[in-house]
């Protein structure tokens, strides 16, 4: 079936520690974006990438690190220098003509 | 930045009720979209109406747009107890010849009691 794959769902991380968080879409998008949501709160933008080899720097981007070698993997690391990464992560891409995103199930990160 | 910001932030109605949400925004948008989200799930793209359209329909679900009050509302007629969930406004942005920027609103959360 044709869509976007996040893993892990839940995640515990201890702090000062690295995190990677995988995104892996088969619906052929070049564009791909990291969104973080809060308790309550909509969708932040992290960061997004147009094309492969590519990607720009959302809302929050601080304290966290991408990369787009592939164009169906655009995978987030969540570093030790994100101050509050505890969240609900979420990935999407969309095709070219209207912007309409499809998501991941979403990961979900907790500092311990 | 956010964009679009949801009124009402709570909506709480029975079956077979109809429910409307609204969203307002601030800048020029290409397209507007509405997102349904079930609690600890991904988001589901519900509808998209472009900035020279008026209203669309799908289903049971009518969406209007008025861009010079730079607003926008999502109609779900004769609601179900399935319909519980968050409702997101999204602005679009055309960014460059492939892609937009999406701002999410913080959400309308639709509770349909039987």
């Known amino acids: 079936d044709g869509g976007i794959t996040q893993s892990p769902k839940y995640l515990f991380r201890k702090e000062g520690q690295n995190v990677t968080l995988s995104c892996e879409q088969n619906?052929?998008?070049?564009?791909m974006y990291w969104y973080r949501q809060d308790p309550g709160q909509g969708l932040r933008l992290i960061y997004y990438s147009q094309i492969v080899n590519d990607f720009q720097k959302g809302d929050i981007a601080e304290g966290y690190s991408v990369s787009r070698e592939k164009k169906e993997s655009f995978p987030l690391t969540v570093t030790s220098a994100q101050k509050n990464p505890t969240a609900f992560y979420l990935c999407a891409s969309s095709g070219a003509y209207t912007g309409e995103l499809f998501f991941g199930e979403g990961s979900r990160l907790t500092v311990l | 930045s956010q964009q679009g910001e949801e009124d009402p932030q709570a909506l709480s109605i029975q079956e077979g009720e109809n429910a409307t949400m609204n969203c307002s925004y601030k800048t020029s948008i290409n397209n507007l979209q509405w997102y349904r989200q079930n609690s600890g799930r991904g988001l589901v793209h519900l509808i998209l109406i472009r900035s020279n359209e008026r209203e669309k329909h799908s289903g049971r679900l009518r969406v209007t747009l008025d861009t010079s009050k730079k607003s926008s509302s999502l109609l779900i007629t004769a609601s179900r107890a399935a319909d519980t969930a968050s409702y997101f406004c999204a602005t679009a942005i055309l960014i460059s010849n492939s892609g937009y920027a999406l701002n999410f609103g913080k959400g309308t959360s639709l509770l349909v009691t039987p």
């Open positions: 619906l052929n998008h070049d564009a």
